[in-house]
């Protein structure tokens, strides 16, 4: 694993509220619990977490990965990831890995989670794993790069 490797992991909106909103899909793990744990995982890594319920903040974080300041980024873009064509340009706009996550299996909900417009520019997508999810994309991101 690379000593020196940067990660920037990015959500959207409302993740702030895990723990507590929808349980039963979302499970009761936190934002803050599921941050720690990629931080215990993998200690090497220097981690950012950024979070935002604005598309704009998300937008001006991603930029921050344009000039090479990032090994790999990994996102959960929420409800974003349904219909922002936004945050898919800003995606697209960056050199380094994007991996996009889920926690819910977006495949076995209503119609409209099924379609992401984000995937299709980032390297890969983790879907269903709850906070594993973010765990897998980190790995690949590590595993990748080293
Ligand atoms: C989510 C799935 C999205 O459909 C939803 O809008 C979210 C969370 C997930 O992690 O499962 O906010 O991205």
Same mark, same amino acid.
């Given at each position: 694993m690379g000593v020196h490797m940067r990660i920037l992991v990015v959500n959207g909106p409302n993740l702030n509220l895990l723990g507590k909103r929808e349980p039963a899909v979302y499970g009761t793990t936190t934002l803050w619990d599921i941050e720690n744990r990629l931080k215990d995982r993998f200690p090497k890594v220097n981690f950012e977490f950024f979070q935002s319920n604005n598309e704009g903040a998300l937008i001006d974080c991603l930029q921050k990965a344009m000039d090479g300041a990032f090994d790999g980024v990994v996102?959960?873009?929420?409800?974003?990831?349904?219909?922002?064509?936004?945050?898919?340009?800003?995606? +697209?706009?960056? $050199?380094?890995? !994007? %991996?996009?996550?889920?926690?819910?299996?977006?495949?076995?909900?209503? #119609? &409209?989670?099924?379609?992401?417009?984000?995937? +299709?520019?980032? $390297?890969?997508? !983790? %879907?269903?794993?709850?906070?594993?999810?973010?765990?897998?994309?980190? #790995? &690949?991101?590590?595993?990748?790069?080293?």
């Open positions: 996102i959960n873009p929420g409800a974003y990831a349904h219909y922002s064509y936004a945050i898919r340009d800003a995606i +697209s706009a960056l $050199k380094t890995p !994007v %991996v996009e996550v889920h926690l819910s299996n977006v495949h076995a909900r209503e #119609q &409209f989670r099924r379609h992401s417009v984000t995937a +299709s520019v980032c $390297k890969g997508v !983790v %879907v269903g794993f709850g906070s594993m999810s973010y765990e897998f994309a980190v #790995q &690949f991101i590590v595993e990748s790069n080293n």
